[in-house]
Nanobody, 115 residues
Framework: QVQLVESGGGLVQAGGSLRLSCAASGSIFTINVMGWYRQVPGKQRELVAIISAGGTLNYADSVKGRFTISRDSAKNTVYLEMNSLKPEDTAVYYC?????????WGQGTQVTVSS
């Protein structure tokens, strides 16, 4: 079994910064892709940023230039550095890991950006 544990969410003013972390543990051989998604009530979960084992990055257009994803493969951990936060970034952020063709999700962490 695989567990993903997120941390780092919270309340911040517009223009501020937060750093999210997600650590994977359990029966892991290779994590192909790790990333972050977010969801607001009444809307579909959307991709924020993902990073492959080879270091390929993909960002949502809405966060390009403001968010940076990175990973520490030795620790099975992925990070999301969020700068210049906007109220529209308010959401529950979920960590995701693709391992052996299966997707695993964290429990989610709330990020709230006040105007």
């Amino acid at each position: 079994q695989v567990q993903l544990v997120e941390s780092g969410g919270g309340l911040v003013q517009a223009g501020g910064s937060l750093r999210l972390s997600c650590a994977a543990s359990g029966s892991i051989f290779t994590i192909n892709v790790m990333g972050w998604y977010r969801q607001v009530p009444g809307k579909q979960r959307e991709l924020v940023a993902i990073i492959s084992a080879g270091g390929t990055l993909n960002y949502a257009d809405s966060v390009k230039g403001r968010f940076t994803i990175s990973r520490d493969s030795a620790k099975n951990t992925v990070y999301l550095e969020m700068n210049s936060l906007k109220p529209e970034d308010t959401a529950v952020y979920y960590c995701n890991a693709l391992i052996s063709r299966s997707h695993y999700w964290g429990q989610g962490t709330q990020v709230t950006v006040s105007s």
